[in-house]
């Protein structure tokens, strides 16, 4: 019997972005990552994109790690956990039931992202991965970005400049 005993439940929710000012209208520094620019960005377009993302998230499994890369400095683990956050919300306006993977029975252990039900029955399991050029360091990118800027900003309405990056050095 239950009688006189409390039953409390704890629901956890991720918030993705910190409910601050956002102070920042221009476009994007080189320095800063795009979370970061995401978060403090106060352009209308990102706004509307925290808004989207806060609402997938409330129907997203809590999950450290995930909210780890979201947040993180590296571009490349927070669109990665970006791209899973849209499938996971993809695959829910689908009508189907997606939970979070679990490890797979290989010597490895290794876990897909999702096991997507419709119903009581297993339909599939997803991993989510995104096609990019893992061979280009994204501090080089930082600097690629950091050398254009810098043209950017060179008031010479009369002149253009293309630059073509044929090598980068490690």
Not at 42 to 61: G, H, I, T, V
Request: proline fraction near 5%; include cysteine.
């Amino acid at each position: 019997s239950n009688r006189g005993k409390q039953i409390f439940t704890v629901i956890f929710f991720m918030i993705l972005f910190d409910p601050i000012v956002k102070q920042v209208d221009g476009p994007r520094d080189p320095n800063i990552s795009q979370y970061e620019y995401t978060n403090r960005s106060n352009r209308n377009e990102y706004a509307d994109l925290r808004k989207r993302a806060e609402r997938w998230a409330s129907r997203f499994p809590f999950d450290k790690e995930f909210l780890s890369r979201f947040k993180g400095k590296n571009d490349r683990h927070h669109q990665a956990a970006f791209f899973e956050l849209f499938m996971h919300e993809f695959l829910i306006r689908l009508g189907y039931q997606v939970k979070r993977g679990e490890p797979m029975e290989d010597e490895l252990g290794t876990a897909v992202d999702f096991c997507v039900s419709k119903g009581d029955e297993p339909i599939f399991c997803l991993e989510c991965t995104l096609a990019q050029d893992s061979m280009t360091d994204p501090s080089v990118e930082r600097i690629k970005a950091q050398i254009e800027k810098a043209i950017n900003e060179v008031a010479r309405p009369d002149f253009y400049l293309h630059v073509d990056y044929l090598q980068t050095l490690s």
